[in-house]
T-cell receptor, first 114, second 116 residues
Framework: AQKVTQAQTEISVVEKEDVTLDCVYE???????LFWYKQPPSGELVFLIR??????QNEISGRYSWNFQKSTSSFNFTITASQVVDSAVYFC???????????FGTGTRLQVFP | GAGVSQSPSNKVTEKGKDVELRCDPI?????LYWYRQSLGQGLEFLIY????????KSGLPSDRFSAERTGGSVSTLTIQRTQQEDSAVYLC??????????????FGPGTRLTVT
């Protein structure tokens, strides 16, 4: 069975702090894809990143970085120098190579206070 | 360019009535997906279309739920005889290709359905 676990329900930080959102996944497939989406208060899910299972290179995009470790089945997301605009619910998702549906975690609500 | 659009943005209906939710995917996207977001169940997959065909309907919760897509573009999700547990935000997404060729799924703003 496939499963995504985001153990952190809610995180609160003060602006400029770094914050890491955890994501642990379960799958028996050797080929799969991992995603992060952001859902701001407006409600629309915004795509952030896609990672293939055969590519374990970490990625950095501005203040965002992602750490993919197959050995621990984790795909963690770090925001450096957080800002109030980063406040949102963040979802990690998994898709197997032979299906088209996304399996979502329960999300982590991040609140960044000024 | 234009993103995924959904209508209506909000729908309040009485228990037992039928509702139709509409999704307009991004132009050129061949795959279209419906998800449901509710407090108790999180984000759940309902159904997806490749063109006008629905290879995976495994997430539809009951036979009261159906969906169709015409012309490889607009899709309609229909819920018959609505129940209070159908209250949720219904999200539509689209993507280029499926399977190995699938790219990211881009989501619309959702339709918030409230069944009274």
């Amino acid at each position: 069975a496939q499963k995504v676990t985001q153990a952190q329900t809610e995180i609160s930080v003060v602006e400029k702090e770094d914050v890491t959102l955890d994501c642990v996944y379960e799958t028996r497939d050797t080929t799969y894809y991992l995603f992060w989406y952001k859902q701001p208060p407006s409600g629309e899910l915004v795509f952030l990143i896609r990672r293939n299972s055969f590519d374990e290179q970490n990625e950095i995009s501005g203040r965002y970085s992602w750490n993919f470790q197959k050995s621990t089945s984790s795909f963690n997301f770090t925001i450096t120098a957080s800002q109030v605009v980063d406040s949102a619910v963040y979802f990690c998702a998994l898709r197997s190579y032979n299906t088209d549906k996304l399996i979502f975690g329960t999300g982590t609500r991040l609140q960044v206070f000024p | 360019g234009a993103g995924v659009s959904q209508s209506p943005s909000n729908k309040v209906t009485e228990k037992g009535k039928d509702v139709e939710l509409r999704c307009d995917p991004i132009s050129g996207h061949t795959a279209l997906y419906w998800y449901r977001q509710s407090l108790g169940q999180g984000l759940e997959f309902l159904i997806y279309f490749q063109g006008n065909s629905a290879p995976d309907k495994s997430g539809l919760p009951s036979d009261r739920f159906s969906a169709e897509r015409t012309g490889g573009s607009v899709s309609t999700l229909t819920i018959q005889r609505t129940q209070q547990e159908d209250s949720a935000v219904y999200l539509c997404a689209s993507s280029l290709g499926t399977g190995y060729q699938q790219r990211e799924q881009y989501f619309g703003p959702g339709t918030r359905l409230t069944v009274t």
